[in-house]
């Protein structure tokens, strides 16, 4: 088996979605098309304001009786106060649940087959669950810094009994959160509280995958829409090569002859790649290999293939 990362993540929960509306009332609320999502399937969403501003990026897991949005723990409140305000006379409850459970991830091309191995997940299955140890434990097949990956939850009574079986497992290797993190950063993944909150628009962030271009209304798709009619945006998030031994911090501002033109919102020392870091700049400003000052530190931006034809549409 190839070695498969595997990290606790403590700062992940979700809101437990009930109630016998909940699939219509959902699918006129986040960005993905939840009314065609059948039981035991996963998929990203994003929930909007109506002016298209990102709340929170959850992943959805639909299971016969509830749909589980899975979210950062600090988006959960602002996730839930949200949609709480969009229940008119819908039958359908919002439960956050923080603390109550344990979330790890897998991360790695062998991840779904090492769940199956170690676990006892279904081979072929998004989203299952089993018996371990006496208590439900729910497998979600989807990678949160890949495409490859599976998401475990279980009761936080039975954290330490999983983290045991995962830490004897064969092929599996322990992540630190550190480490989960300084991953992140390389692979350009954005995450809720650091590049996502209510001042970011999807396209800023690259979160197509997230959004469904075939379904009816929801909160925030008329802005959606225009923005990717129009391809026109302010800013793009942009990783940072940055030059000596240490990044800069959050919140120090990018600039471009002397001029601000963006922020960085995460920077770690990463063991094998040096001083990296995200942020968003000016869309004019987001070319590979462009060179900038980050405070006094100058640093090299990397753009994903893809984002210089967005460039150039949004300056024509």
Request: proline letters at 4%; one cysteine or more; glycine letters at 10%.
């Amino acid at each position: 088996m190839t070695s498969v990362r595997w990290t606790r993540l403590s700062e992940r929960g979700g809101i437990r979605v009930t109630g016998s509306e909940r699939v219509r009332w959902l699918d006129g609320m986040v960005s993905q098309d939840v009314a065609s999502m059948s039981p035991g399937s996963v998929a990203p969403a994003l929930a909007l304001t109506h002016q298209g501003r990102i709340v929170g990026d959850p992943w959805l897991w639909v299971f016969d009786d509830h749909v589980w949005m899975d979210l950062a723990s600090a988006a959960i409140e602002p996730v839930q106060s949200h949609l709480d305000r969009l229940i008119i006379a819908d039958d359908v409850t919002l439960t956050a649940e923080g603390s109550e459970s344990a979330r790890f991830t897998l991360e790695g091309e062998s991840a779904a087959s090492a769940a199956c191995e170690v676990l006892g997940a279904a081979a072929d299955a998004e989203l299952c669950t089993v018996d371990f140890e006496g208590e439900a434990l729910v497998i979600a097949c989807h990678g949160l810094l890949s495409p490859e990956g599976v998401q475990l939850r279980i009761a936080a009574s039975h954290a330490e009994a999983l983290e045991a079986r995962l830490s004897t497992a064969a092929g599996l290797v322990a992540e630190s959160p550190e480490a989960f993190e300084q991953r992140r950063i390389s692979t350009g993944v954005p995450w809720y509280g650091r590049e996502l909150d209510a001042s970011v628009l999807p396209a800023e962030a690259r979160l197509d995958a997230a959004i469904s271009t075939t379904k009816g209304c929801y909160a925030g798709q008329e802005v959606v829409a225009r923005m990717r009619s129009r391809g026109r945006v302010s800013s793009l998030l942009v990783r940072l090569a940055f030059e000596g031994q240490h990044a800069p911090a959050p919140g120090t501002h990018i600039l471009v002859g002397g001029k601000k033109v963006g922020e960085i919102t995460s920077a770690t020392d990463h063991p094998s790649e040096g001083a990296i870091g995200m942020g968003f700049v000016k869309t004019a400003h987001a070319v590979d290999d462009a060179s900038v000052l980050c405070g006094d530190v100058a640093a090299k931006l990397r753009v994903p293939v893809g984002d210089e034809t967005e460039r150039a549409a949004a300056e024509q």
